[in-house]
């Protein structure tokens, strides 16, 4: 993705009836679907203690994507939805990976975790997480 997000010329993608994009080539679709899934796993747009709803960088994220694809406002909800499945998608496998399949913060460090990345998950968590594995009072 450094040839996506070092790029300044904008390669152009082109939207079929129901604003999915098709072309201009498969390589070019399925560059496109990598790039947003980037944007998902990127904390300065989708930091994993906020959810999708309360994040306020949505434009920054459509402003991003003009600026390395042509694309008209038309793909705007298609690309945030894939990155809102995207984003989803990501949080559900840090938190199995990385937080429920520990159950308290001395076995994540030993594990090597970050404690800044179980701090953020404790924030983020701590409603959702059931009662019995619950780290914060």
């Known amino acids: ?3 996506v997000h070092g790029r300044t010329d904008r ?3 082109v939207l079929n009836e ?3 994009p098709i072309g201009p080539t498969k390589s070019v679709v399925t ?9 998902a796993r990127n904390g300065i747009f989708c930091p994993v203690n ?8 949505h434009d920054d994220m459509w402003s991003y994507i003009q600026e390395k694809y042509d694309i008209t ?11 809102d499945v995207a984003f989803r998608g990501y949080k559900f496998r840090l938190k199995k990976n990385h937080f429920y ?20 998950l404790r924030i983020s968590l701590s409603i959702e997480i059931p009662k019995k594995l619950r780290i914060l009072p």
Do not use: C, V
């Open 101 to 120: 399949a520990y159950t308290n913060d001395e076995i994540r460090r030993a594990k090597g975790l970050p404690l800044f990345q179980n701090l953020y």
């Open 31 to 39: 560059e496109f679907f990598s790039f947003l899934g980037t944007l």
């Open 50 to 57: 906020i959810s999708w709803t309360n994040l306020k960088t």
């Open 18 to 20: 129901l604003n999915h």
């Open 1 to 3: 993705m450094k040839a």
């Open 11 to 13: 390669q152009l993608i």
């Open 73 to 83: 406002n038309n793909g705007k909800d298609w690309s945030m939805r894939s990155i």
